[in-house]
């Protein structure tokens, strides 16, 4: 005899199949909600902690360019006062050049047949004026002094004889340049 099952066995197991392929794909669904959801809440978290940095850079990047301002202005003070003290140094080292300029040239000086009568500097050019024995004299008073090391060239301006308590006597005057430097 032959056996007929007349229960729907393989409707149920289409069923079930399903029913179990409909709870994969909704648990597959619910898992990748969560998931896009604990995406969301890390970047969340990560943008939040960024944004703090980013706050906390700002305030130490806003003392950071103060005290590059203070630095800034010490440096530029601290030029200024450089450059003061280049001038004091430089005024130091020419103190005392024309004092050994006019002593040098006090040594050229005969002392019995030339005495000066007035020197005057400006800027770089000295004007002296004396009297002389004569014109001898005095021609080899300015020779030497136009051989002398600071001076550049010497002009004769004028040279006339005088009579001093009786004697006759060459009074001159010349102009001198000096070189630069001294």
């Given at each position: 005899?032959?056996?007929?099952?007349?229960?729907?066995?393989?409707?149920?197991?289409?069923?079930?199949?399903?029913?179990?392929?409909?709870?994969?794909?909704?648990?597959?669904?619910?898992?990748?909600?969560?998931?896009?959801?604990?995406?969301?809440?890390?970047?969340?978290?990560?943008?939040?902690?960024?944004?703090?940095?980013i706050k906390e850079s700002?305030?130490?990047?806003?003392?950071?360019?103060?005290?590059?301002?203070?630095?800034?202005?010490?440096?530029?003070?601290?030029?200024?006062?450089?450059?003061?003290?280049?001038?004091?140094?430089?005024?130091?080292?020419?103190?005392?050049?024309?004092?050994?300029?006019?002593?040098?040239?006090?040594?050229?000086?005969?002392?019995?047949?030339?005495?000066?009568?007035?020197?005057?500097?400006?800027?770089?050019?000295?004007?002296?004026?004396?009297i002389g024995r004569d014109?001898?004299?005095?021609?080899?008073?300015?020779?030497?002094?136009?051989?002398?090391?600071?001076?550049?060239?010497?002009?004769?301006?004028?040279?006339?004889?005088?009579?001093?308590?009786?004697?006759?006597?060459?009074?001159?005057?010349?102009?001198?340049?000096?070189?630069?430097?001294?």
């Open positions: 005899m032959i056996k007929i099952n007349l229960l729907p066995y393989r409707e149920k197991a289409k069923k079930d199949t399903f029913m179990r392929q409909v709870s994969i794909l909704a648990g597959s669904f619910v898992l990748f909600i969560l998931l896009l959801v604990w995406v969301q809440i890390w970047i969340k978290s990560s943008i939040s902690n960024l944004e703090t940095q700002e305030t130490t990047l806003a003392s950071l360019d103060k005290k590059i301002g203070d630095l800034d202005k010490f440096k530029n003070e601290k030029k200024e006062l450089e450059e003061k003290l280049g001038v004091i140094a430089t005024l130091e080292e020419n103190r005392l050049a024309p004092v050994k300029t006019l002593d040098s040239l006090a040594m050229l000086v005969p002392p019995k047949d030339i005495w000066l009568v007035k020197i005057n500097q400006k800027g770089d050019k000295i004007d002296i004026e004396g014109n001898i004299v005095v021609a080899d008073f300015m020779k030497s002094v136009e051989k002398f090391e600071p001076i550049k060239s010497v002009d004769l301006i004028s040279s006339k004889k005088t009579e001093i308590a009786e004697n006759t006597l060459q009074q001159f005057n010349f102009s001198c340049v000096l070189k630069k430097g001294f």
